[in-house]
């Protein structure tokens, strides 16, 4: 994403195209305020890591997470047949589907945010181009 300061040959060609001053001041205004709306909206799709780093959310996050939910799944399969044989594993029946259904929740908010997030993106670049292209 390009901020408002650093910008292209192609737009500097579509600003100098505007007619009047006002009229140019008025592009360079709407295009300040897309690009502070975008940046806000922007915001709300972030995800923070332990560390505080903001980031945005990708697809293949959400494969990692739920892969790890069912390979985690798949060990809990063992566990159930050797309890079946006589083995007491009482508590980890319960923790290992939780943890797995938990990666798999998270890989699935992941991947739906990583969606939300692309439409958002295409919007805006949409409306910036549009008004680019207003003359």
Same mark, same amino acid.
């Given at each position: 994403?390009?901020?408002?300061?650093?910008?292209?040959?192609?737009?500097?060609?579509?600003?100098?195209?505007?007619?009047?001053?006002?009229?140019?001041?008025? =592009?360079?205004?709407? &295009?300040? #305020? %897309?690009?502070?709306?975008?940046? !806000?909206?922007?915001? #709300?799709? %972030? %995800?923070?890591?332990?560390? @505080?780093?903001?980031?945005?959310?990708?697809? $293949?996050? +959400?494969? =990692?997470?739920?892969?790890?939910?069912?390979?985690?799944?798949? %060990?809990? =399969?063992? &566990?159930?047949?050797? $309890?079946? +044989? @006589?083995?007491?594993?009482?508590?980890?029946? !319960? !923790?290992?589907?939780?943890? +797995?259904? =938990?990666?798999?929740?998270?890989?699935?908010?992941?991947?739906?945010? $990583?969606?939300?997030? #692309?439409?958002? &993106?295409?919007?805006?670049? &949409?409306?910036?181009?549009?008004?680019?292209?207003?003359?």
């Amino acid at each position: 994403m390009k901020s408002t300061i650093e910008r292209d040959e192609s737009e500097e060609r579509a600003y100098e195209s505007v007619e009047t001053p006002i009229e140019r001041e008025s =592009v360079f205004t709407r &295009l300040a #305020q %897309l690009d502070s709306d975008w940046d !806000i909206e922007r915001r #709300q799709f %972030l %995800l923070s890591d332990r560390r @505080g780093y903001a980031r945005v959310p990708h697809h $293949a996050m +959400s494969v =990692v997470w739920v892969t790890l939910g069912i390979a985690l799944a798949g %060990l809990w =399969v063992p &566990l159930l047949i050797s $309890a079946l +044989s @006589g083995r007491d594993w009482h508590l980890l029946h !319960i !923790i290992v589907p939780a943890i +797995s259904a =938990v990666f798999i929740g998270n890989g699935l908010y992941t991947f739906f945010l $990583a969606i939300r997030y #692309q439409r958002a &993106l295409e919007r805006y670049e &949409l409306a910036r181009a549009n008004l680019l292209r207003k003359r």
